[in-house]
């Protein structure tokens, strides 16, 4: 696409992705696009893959999105591409995001940018427990020529400390914001769903917004309402699913309901643009993932005020104060899954307690400018430093 005619005096940043498409990682980085003040930093998107119809939630005019359209698998002609692509952008900063772009540092490097800075967002699906060597290493590898990291979670900062031995003052941890504007509470218990509402008043919702995909395991979720129906025979009457996502697993989690006789007690709409109008049509919301690094969706359901109940895994337990704000059970066990649910059907009143000290939370400790604020303090600190653009352990 044509490059936007921006302001040219302010510095550029390229944010370097895997796929701009639906997801946790992407919407904070067009949130912290359209956040930062428009005047100090230019933007451009470089996709290593391509990007999806996502791309128009960035409303600034000026951000220019590129694709590189990396096959699976080696494609060194990728990187070639991206450094003639840097060569021409002249970039101030190049930010990469998680595994799957950390090589694009080297092409960084020999097109002279000054300013690096990786990001770890979260897990891979192939690395659940951040334990397997060939990751570790490829870290290590590029560790010299990251001049700045920033973690999601403190979990990813320790693990950037002790596996990858990045020093403490290299990392910044800065959790994600979420606008608590767009995302508030409902007017009563929970509004009605934006569809043909298949949950009339009385009716309890377990809701979730998630990727159907394995690290998110969805199908664990849909086990885990099997297993409450089955429990509970009378619950029939009064209970329903509601998964808002799309992905591979998608059409599997459909199967699994029919098999389970609950096709009639779920409602799996896809990919949505309404989410706040979804959150605020749950009662209560589930984060099922095997992995995860600090996310979204959990945030943007405390802020509409539900109940969260999520796997103890990865950040969610630096969101989710369990007892107070909502329940964390084992990954993969929709077993303990269905009796965390089946706390809140017993006792409505517990989870309006917790949906309301989630709310309480966010508006403390997670609010979108304070995000914003913290990237721009990132950024700002690697334009005073401009470290000299060549391969070495400087700073190690």
Known sequence: MPDPVPDAAAPLIVHLVHRLEIGGMENGLVNLINRLPAGRYRHAVVCMTDSSSFARRIVRADVAIYALHKRSGKDPATYVRLWRL??????????????????????????????????????????????????????????????????????????????????????????????????????????????????????????????????????????????????????????????????????????????????????????????????????VFVLPSLAEGISNTILEAMASARPVVATRVGGNPELVVEGETGLLVPRADPGALAEALGRYLDDPALARRHGAAGRRRVEAAFGLDAMVTAYQAVYDGLRRRRVPSRISAAGD
């Open 86 to 283: 840097l060569r021409r952008l002249r970039p101030d900063i190049v930010h990469t995001r998680n595994l799957a772009t950390l090589e694009g540092m080297l092409a960084a490097v020999l097109a002279g940018v000054p300013g690096r800075v990786h990001g770890e967002h979260g897990r891979d699906v192939h690395d659940l427990d951040n334990t397997r060597r060939r990751y570790r290493w490829l870290r290590r590898a590029y560790r010299p020529l990251v001049q700045h990291y920033i973690a999601l979670s403190a979990e990813l900062e320790a693990y950037l400390r002790t596996a990858v031995g990045v020093p403490a003052r290299r990392i910044t941890r800065i959790y994600n914001g979420v606008d608590g504007v767009r995302f508030h509470p409902p007017a009563g218990a929970r509004d009605p769903l934006p569809c043909e509402d298949p949950a009339p008043p009385g009716v309890t919702v377990i809701g979730s917004v998630v990727r159907m995909e394995a690290v998110k395991d969805p199908l664990n979720l849909v086990r885990a309402f099997l297993r409450l129906i089955e429990r509970r025979p009378q619950a029939r009457a009064h209970l329903r699913l509601v998964m808002v996502g799309d992905g591979p697993l998608l059409a599997g989690a459909a199967a699994l309901l029919r098999a389970g006789g609950a096709e009639d007690l779920a409602w799996l709409p896809g990919s949505r643009n309404d989410v706040p109008e979804w959150l605020r049509g749950f009662d």
